[in-house]
């Protein structure tokens, strides 16, 4: 396979033909938020915070599903970027009910993380307090829709890892929520096995084990990782 090089943020990188630009930053050392990406599940560009400028072109591109390409001159922080990202996490907040003071994910949220990341310490925007459920339906866990960001993490998740596809994306645009089944109670969804991936890849609160309170909820990020490593490689130790 051959070999693009390319720069980041003045650092001179060489990567296989095919990688992504956020694949490439890794290798270089370079951080580029994301609350999308989850390593070992396909990348859709959804959450637009890992966007970086390429010389030569005004736009911007998302790191994680733009490839490489030879001779790119790429920026991934630069004030306008730092603008740009701090925008889309105030949006965020704004358009849910993200009240992180009673979140079971309180001190281990990505979605925090990133708000401290860019410096976003307010919403410009006005709060919309959208009218969102809870399902409480499901016997080990519950899904708070007030405190989704639609990553789609948990949709990949269970049909790239899992295999039960159990979840989907239904409506669009601001109407748009996480549905379980055929828009059923997920409770009543007999796809679901109960493994609980949906809930160690979201980035929130939203998807939480049962009995969990403020700031209680705990990810095994690793058994995501491990399962894919595994079927890769076939080594089904741990």
Not at 51 to 69: D, H, K, N, Y
Not at 226 to 233: D, G, N, P, W, Y
């Amino acid at each position: 396979m051959s070999v693009k090089t390319l720069k980041i943020d003045g650092i001179d990188v060489a990567i296989e033909e095919g990688a992504s630009i956020l694949q490439a930053a890794r290798e270089a050392g370079v951080t580029i938020p994301t609350l999308c990406h989850l390593d070992g599940v396909t990348d859709i560009g959804a959450c637009r915070l890992c966007m970086v400028e390429i010389a030569g072109t005004p736009r911007l591109f998302p790191a994680c599903v733009t490839q490489v390409a030879e001779g790119m001159d790429i920026s991934t922080n630069t004030p306008k970027l730092q603008e740009y990202r701090r925008m889309v996490v105030e949006l965020l907040f704004a358009e849910g009910n993200h009240v992180c003071a009673f979140c079971v994910a309180n001190g281990n949220c990505e979605l925090q993380d990133v708000a401290i990341e860019v410096g976003m310490d307010h919403s410009r925007f006005p709060y919309r307090y959208p009218d969102r459920k809870v399902d409480n339906s499901h016997q080990r866990f519950s899904i708070d829709h007030n405190r989704c960001i639609l990553c789609t993490r948990c949709v990949r998740v269970c049909d790239e890892i899992e295999g039960a596809h159990v979840w989907d994306v239904a409506q669009r645009g601001e109407n748009c929520y996480i549905v379980s089944g055929l828009n059923q109670p997920w409770g009543a969804v007999d796809a679901c096995t109960s493994c609980g991936k949906c809930v160690d890849a979201c980035p929130t609160g939203a998807i939480f084990r049962k009995g969990e309170t403020t700031g209680e909820k705990e990810r095994d990020r690793n058994k995501l990782e491990f399962l894919v490593r595994a079927r890769e490689k076939r080594e089904w130790t741990r």
